[in-house]
């Protein structure tokens, strides 16, 4: 698990975050770390290190975010405000 203990809304550069499949707008996070032979053969060695995966609580997917532009936001209070 990452650093959240429950399911929480993600912003991407305060863009409100919604699950690429399902639409679901709850996620919890999980640092990745990426496969380092193939980061290399894409000559993309600035890639060794972890990601961090957003995983929908509804359906399972798993977004890889190489940014630390993800905030998390309490489902109950909603978004920010822009
Ligand atoms: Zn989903």
Aim: charged share 15%; aromatic share 12%; net charge positive.
């Amino acid at each position: 698990m990452g650093q959240l203990s429950t399911g929480a809304l993600a912003t991407i550069n305060r863009v409100p975050f919604g699950c690429l499949v399902c639409k679901g707008e709850i996620f919890f996070d999980r640092k990745v770390k990426l496969n380092t032979t193939g980061a290399e053969f894409m000559n993309m060695g600035w890639m060794n290190q972890s990601a961090t995966g957003l995983v929908c609580t509804r359906c399972g997917y798993v977004h890889l975010f190489l940014n630390d532009a993800i905030e998390y936001w309490r489902p109950e209070s909603g978004y920010p405000s822009p």
